[in-house]
């Protein structure tokens, strides 16, 4: 484990990945009120107003690093390595954002977005595969609980067929695996406010190219999504996104992932009070299993080495 991941700050990561799952959970909510003004429109507009929003908060963050670490600042906040991990970063949150912004384009549950999206907590220690790493039993173990709850949740009684906005649910939990590892291989080295701005700015201008392409944005059902377009652009991408990356920089991968899936339990929540969504005991017999399976993927059986230890 990085030596940033330890002592007494090792308390302050799972607070704020916490934090960052809560402000996600109510996200789902907005995400489905926004949908049809068009994926990359909804996207590209909140994803530019959070890297906007952190923007004057950058030289602050630098300031008070460098008085903290002095003799570090070179190595520790070079913001031309920051911008670079940024763009990268940003890159990945574009395809993963974007892919679960269309799934509620179709007819799905936020609650069932959200617990799909979850899977990238199981494959995120899966993934250590394809990095030289063994999974130990409780992640294969935790991919077959994943499987059955999908089954459960995806799926009607005697009906094999996934939906469209379950499909691009799947592609979007992959989507955030892979920016969760990014975000772990550049966030020790990299100033983490700088980096999230860099991120949602290259995150943002990549969706407002798209949508100019792709879709014809409409300046009055924009204004009628404001308060949506602005939950999501400042709470959840202006400031869970950032808190994600100070969880991240004092938790190790695998565990910063199993808080913040905590995400799906606060959508069905929230989803409910707000959307007044109701879920079949199938389906909740599925977000069950699916939850389970989560939990495993993070405790190793008879292993003292997490298969999440830091890529």
């Known amino acids: 484990m990085n030596e940033n991941k330890t002592g007494n700050k090792r308390f302050i990561g ?165 920016h969760i590892l990014v975000i772990d291989h550049f966030c020790v080295r990299a100033e983490p406010v700088a980096l999230a701005c860099t991120q949602f700015l290259t995150a943002g201008a990549l969706s407002v190219i798209c949508m100019f392409i792709f879709e014809k944005p409409q300046i009055s059902e924009i204004l009628d999504c404001a308060v949506p377009i602005l939950y999501t652009g400042i709470a ?8 994600q990356i100070f969880g991240q920089k004092y938790t190790e991968p695998a565990v910063a992932s199993l808080l913040m899936c905590l995400e799906s339990v606060f959508s069905v929540i929230f989803g409910r009070i707000i959307l007044h969504d109701i879920m079949g005991p199938r389906a909740l017999l599925g977000c069950a299993i699916m939850f389970a399976g989560v939990v495993m993927s993070q405790i190793p059986f008879g292993n003292k080495k997490s298969t999440g230890e830091t890529v």
């Open 14 to 178: 799972p607070i704020f990945c916490i934090t960052a799952a809560a402000i996600w959970g109510l996200s789902f909510v907005a995400q489905k009120t926004g949908a049809h003004i068009g994926t990359f429109t909804f996207n590209g507009i909140r994803t530019l107003i959070g890297g906007i929003f952190l923007l004057p908060f950058v030289p602050l963050f630098h300031k008070s690093a460098v008085k903290k670490y002095p003799a570090e600042k070179s190595r520790k906040f070079d913001f031309k390595g920051t911008a670079s991990a940024g763009i990268i970063c940003g890159i990945v949150l574009c395809v993963a954002s974007n892919l679960q912004q269309h799934a509620f384009t179709f007819d799905i549950f936020a609650a069932k977005v959200g617990f799909i999206t979850a899977l990238y907590m199981i494959l995120v220690p899966l993934a250590g595969l394809f990095l030289g790493r063994k999974a130990g039993l409780n992640v294969w173990l935790a991919v077959v609980l994943g499987v059955i709850g999908l089954y459960f949740l995806c799926m009607k009684k005697g009906d094999f067929k996934v939906g469209t906005g379950e499909i691009f649910s799947i592609l979007c939990a992959i989507g955030f695996a892979a």
């Open 236 to 243: 959840s991408t202006g400031i869970a996104f950032t808190l």
